[in-house]
């Protein structure tokens, strides 16, 4: 599962060297999927400090302990704060510009690879994976292998602490109850596509995953499931562990 990102195809990347470079604040990144009309992600956003995180997201830091895995750590907003707070953060980004944006900011431990080919033998005590980091895995059917990968990297007692939405409230109609075509892919199963400016990037899957079902799949590889705390738009925080 190599994957590379040619610059042209780095969104994320170069947006954030272009607003480290020219800080723009009202700079965009624009969002297709093929569920819901085309959104604006603001570039500011990806550089926020603790303060302007959202509370799932400040809930989840303040839930971290000993060595550190920021898995898809975009700009190191993230991991800089963990930092700062004396953990030892590992910052993994597939994006190559996304790690010069972190190199600049001084996040001091960076590796630029896809959490699926993790090229080390280190494990972590917190495997940390926010703004629906578990999108990563793109569809159900991958999920024994995102478990797998946990199992090698995650040292014993450790923990993965993660957020998620559940998206069946797009599908609500007005008297409240819900169509799904249970026929067709799981309605948490999404394709994006960004473009910043005049780079376009390419399309790609991202998985949004319920509670329940994450649960399911955790205990069917051995994992403990805990939703910690759940957010305003049908999002939540979970802990997912090993028992001893």
Same mark, same amino acid.
């Given at each position: 599962?190599?994957?590379?990102?040619?610059?042209?195809?780095?969104?994320?990347?170069?947006?954030?060297?272009?607003?480290?470079?020219?800080?723009?604040?009202?700079?965009?990144?624009?969002?297709?999927?093929?569920?819901?009309?085309?959104?604006?992600?603001?570039?500011?956003?990806?550089?926020?400090?603790?303060?302007?995180?959202?509370?799932?997201?400040?809930?989840?830091?303040?839930?971290?302990?000993?060595?550190?895995?920021?898995?898809?750590?975009?700009? $190191? *907003?993230?991991? =800089?704060? +963990?930092?700062? /707070?004396?953990?030892?953060?590992?910052?993994?980004?597939? &994006?190559?510009?996304?790690?010069?944006?972190?190199?600049?900011?001084?996040?001091?431990?960076?590796?630029?690879?896809?959490?699926?080919?993790?090229?080390?033998?280190?494990?972590?005590?917190?495997?940390?994976?926010?703004?629906?980091?578990?999108?990563?895995?793109?569809?159900?059917?991958?999920?024994?292998?995102?478990?797998?990968?946990?199992?090698?990297?995650?040292?014993?007692?450790?923990?993965?602490?993660?957020?998620?939405?559940?998206?069946?409230?797009?599908?609500?109609?007005?008297? $409240? *109850?819900?169509? =799904?075509? +249970?026929?067709? /892919?799981?309605?948490?199963?999404?394709?994006?596509?960004? &473009?910043?400016?005049?780079?376009?990037?390419?399309?790609?899957?991202?998985?949004?995953?319920?509670?329940?079902?994450?649960?399911?799949?955790?205990?069917?590889?051995?994992?403990?499931?805990?939703?910690?705390?759940?957010?305003?738009?049908?999002?939540?925080?979970?802990?997912?562990?090993?028992?001893?």
């Amino acid at each position: 599962m190599k994957d590379k990102i040619i610059p042209q195809h780095d969104i994320i990347g170069q947006a954030g060297m272009d607003f480290m470079a020219n800080g723009k604040p009202d700079s965009s990144i624009r969002v297709w999927s093929d569920i819901a009309e085309t959104d604006i992600l603001p570039v500011h956003y990806l550089f926020r400090d603790f303060h302007q995180m959202p509370e799932l997201e400040q809930k989840a830091l303040m839930l971290c302990r000993g060595k550190v895995l920021d898995v898809g750590a975009g700009m $190191g *907003s993230h991991a =800089l704060y +963990l930092q700062n /707070k004396h953990f030892d953060v590992t910052a993994l980004e597939l &994006s190559p510009l996304a790690c010069e944006v972190m190199k600049t900011r001084d996040v001091k431990h960076i590796v630029n690879a896809n959490f699926f080919d993790f090229p080390t033998e280190e494990q972590f005590d917190t495997i940390l994976m926010l703004m629906n980091g578990i999108g990563i895995v793109g569809s159900v059917d991958k999920l024994q292998g995102y478990f797998q990968v946990l199992k090698k990297i995650l040292k014993p007692g450790g923990q993965v602490l993660l957020d998620s939405s559940d998206l069946r409230y797009l599908f609500l109609n007005d008297d $409240g *109850s819900i169509l =799904l075509n +249970l026929n067709d /892919k799981y309605y948490g199963e999404v394709v994006y596509k960004m &473009s910043y400016g005049s780079f376009s990037g390419k399309k790609f899957p991202w998985l949004f995953i319920d509670d329940e079902l994450l649960g399911y799949y955790a205990h069917q590889n051995g994992f403990e499931f805990e939703k910690v705390a759940e957010g305003p738009h049908f999002d939540y925080l979970a802990r997912l562990f090993i028992p001893l």
